[in-house]
């Protein structure tokens, strides 16, 4: 259990700067005229493939999985 107190903190700096990576690899789904409030319905919908697909998947994983640390960090402090 000390072990995982002490991994804990690191394991969550690693998990966040692949989500923040993750994040901002992602191809933006709005023009500029989206922003202030251009009908573009075209824009913002696509269908993902390859590679962008698989970064999807992998940005939601490493969501879910940062939720899941802080909950356990959360449990046992």
């Not at 390859?50 to 449990?75: C, D, K, P, Q």
Request: glycine share 10%.
């Amino acid at each position: 259990m000390v072990l995982l107190q002490q991994m804990l903190p690191y394991v969550q700096i690693g998990l966040s700067v692949l989500l923040i990576v993750a994040v901002l690899l992602q191809r933006t789904g709005a023009s500029l005229g989206g922003a202030f409030g251009a009908d573009n319905f075209s824009s913002g919908f696509h269908t993902r493939r390859g590679l962008e697909r698989t970064l999807f998947h992998a940005t939601i994983l490493l969501g879910i999985l940062f939720a899941l640390s802080a909950l356990v960090s959360l449990l046992i402090s």
